[in-house]
């Protein structure tokens, strides 16, 4: 278990300082797929660097399995960090060195026999699934092929956690979900927890199974990303989840609803038969579906009538459809 | 012209100009090997300590260190190399016994050179990339590690580059020390050709001196490519002629 407390990581800067994370408090439990997100320079790198103390934090604490890591001299450090896995974005592979040899260096720094290492080098390559390339150099691979290689690095100290620093930034959108596949595998086969920092909801949706919203240097929420996807609370969360959805400034409506739909519903009949069966035109000012693990979720915002009673007629028999959560927007910029 | 020609001629016929040039190509050879040798492992370690021990290296040194270090590199690196060389002669009486001849040149030629290393291996090992480094410290890799096992191998082609550099500049010293006592080939170009007025034999003395320098420096580039793993076969003659430019402008500095 990972647990972040009061994490603050303030930087020296010409005018002043600058707060990169403010606060911070996160648990992050063992076999979750944990994504954190924001918009670029939110503090998710900061965040992620702070857990193997690459970064270290200003003040709070960053407990490992109920192990202060702020707190533990550099050797005792480094051992620490061999069970906590890294990728990142450029892949940061040692490039003088093949495939293999890449793979076998963290098992080469801990003091591995070379046979052993080699060994276990090559059920890495395998489950990776590049078994060819032990002999090529990283110069030789495409981006996702190195992202794999430095996958299996990660991998070769046995780690228990495994940090993606915006590690599928750099690729295409099928090799994005190849690696993100090739994560959750890994994740559900060992037992791995994964620490995945992205600026892509995408990412989220694909493979985790809680989110955690970073802005400012600070968490604005978290929970599963069922929870978050389907009703985001702050407006940093309403950004990211539906970043282009509407544009709030240009419309003009007194009454709005956001209602979502937990899976299953389809939801066109729904304003249809509200208009047939009530007779109410209701105005739908923004709408969004997604895909989160294989469920169905979509939401929408409408814009009831001026009029109250055929507003609260609406509304009314939006709450009586099941599978659907309707909620006020007191908060709609008209 | 004829006289030159002459003069050449004397110096391909006559077996004892043949013996002072193989003794002077001995000695030029040998001087810049030594010095060579010594001057890339003092700078290597003055460079490691320079990139290693800055505020964001790998292993941080106490900053007044750093700067008493920068200091005496720069310092040393100013000192134009004759003048050096005068300072650093009685040094070399302690150390070899005679303040004349080959050996007594190589101590200043290392103590010229070695800052001009430290340097040369310093911008060298700042080109590897920060983000590996981190990647390796996110492994737990000691920072004695991470010199030994990722600083330097990573930018092996470029010290081979940094390597022939510097063998390249030591020969010229060397050839500066022929005007003070200095053997080798420096030695006859300057008795004969300034003392003497027989342009034929310092000719050929320099014509020696670019053959040597070209070989250096074909054999070293060939082995920092041949060593560098971040290109591919398709790509390596671009590379070559790339690190040859940047060589030629490593070499092109203000004292020589």
């Given at each position: ?334 | ?38 001057a890339c492992?003092l700078g290597l370690?003055l460079g ?65 050179a070695a800052p001009f290393v430290a340097r040369l291996v ?40 940094a390597?022939?550099?510097s ?90």
């Open positions: 278990m990972i647990e972040l407390r009061q994490l603050s990581k303030t930087f020296p800067t010409s005018e002043g300082s600058f707060d990169a994370l403010k606060d911070v408090n996160l648990t992050i439990s063992d076999g979750d797929i944990f994504g954190v997100v924001g918009m670029s320079g939110a503090g998710k790198s900061t965040l992620v660097r702070c857990i193997n103390l690459l970064e270290r934090p200003s003040s709070g604490q960053v407990l490992i399995d109920g192990q202060d890591m702020t707190a533990l001299a550099p050797k005792q450090l480094r051992q620490m960090r061999r069970s906590i896995g890294m990728i990142f974005q450029q892949f940061n592979l040692l490039m003088q060195r093949t495939c293999l040899k890449n793979i076998c260096f963290p098992m080469e720094i801990a003091g591995m026999d070379a046979a052993q290492a080699r060994q276990k080098g090559m059920q890495l390559l395998e489950i990776v699934g590049l078994p060819d390339k032990a002999g090529a150099y990283p110069v030789q691979l495409s981006g996702g092929q190195k992202q794999r290689i430095a996958i299996a690095r990660a991998l070769a100290s046995d780690p228990k956690v495994l940090l993606c620093d915006e590690a599928t930034s750099a690729l295409d959108p099928t090799t994005t979900r190849s690696i993100l596949r090739l994560i959750q595998d890994i994740n559900r086969r060992m037992g791995i927890t994964v620490v995945i920092i992205t600026h892509e909801m995408a990412v989220v949706e694909e493979i985790c199974s809680h989110v955690a919203i970073l802005d400012h240097g600070r968490v604005m929420e978290t929970g599963t990303v069922e929870e978050v996807f389907q009703n985001p609370q702050t407006e940093a969360g309403r950004r990211l989840v539906y970043p282009d959805g509407v544009r709030l400034d240009q419309l003009s409506a007194a009454n709005v609803v956001r209602i979502a739909f937990n899976g299953g519903s389809s939801y066109e009949p729904l304003i249809a038969s509200l208009a047939i069966d009530c007779g109410v035109k209701v105005n739908i000012l923004g709408a969004d579906t997604r895909n989160v693990n294989g469920q169905a979720f979509g939401t929408m915002l409408l814009g009831l009538p001026q009029d109250g009673t055929e507003a609260a007629k609406a509304l009314a028999y939006l709450r009586a459809q099941p599978d659907v959560t309707v909620e006020e927007v007191p908060d709609y910029h008209g | 012209m004829d006289k030159v020609l002459e003069q050449i001629t004397d110096v391909l016929t006559n077996p004892r100009m043949h013996a002072e040039f193989l003794d002077g190509i001995w000695e030029t050879v040998y001087a810049t090997v030594a010095a060579t040798a010594a492992l370690l490691i300590l320079l990139v290693v021990g800055e505020k964001d290296g790998v292993r941080p040194l106490p900053a007044p260190v750093m700067k008493v270090l920068n200091f005496v590199i720069n310092v040393l690196r100013s000192v134009p190399f004759l003048i050096l060389m005068l300072m650093v002669l009685p040094l070399s009486k302690v150390l070899v016994g005679t303040r004349v001849g080959t050996i007594a040149s190589i101590p200043p030629l290392i103590i010229a310093e911008s060298t090992l700042r080109e590897v990339d920060k983000g590996v480094l981190e990647a390796a410290q996110a492994m737990g890799c000691s920072p004695f590690q991470i010199v030994w096992k990722v600083i330097l191998p990573e930018s092996l082609p470029a010290l081979i580059a390597a022939t550099t063998f390249i500049t030591i020969l010229s010293y060397g050839a500066m020390a022929g005007a003070i006592g200095g053997g080798g080939l420096g030695k006859i170009a300057i008795n004969y050709g300034y003392n003497k007025y027989n342009y034929g034999v310092m000719l050929v003395s320099v014509v020696l001196i670019v053959i040597l320098v070209q070989l250096i420096q074909s054999i070293g580039t060939h082995l920092a490519l041949r060593l560098d793993r971040r290109v591919r076969l398709a790509e390596k003659k671009g590379r070559l002629r790339e690190i040859q430019k940047k060589e030629r402008t490593a070499r092109r500095r203000p004292g020589i």
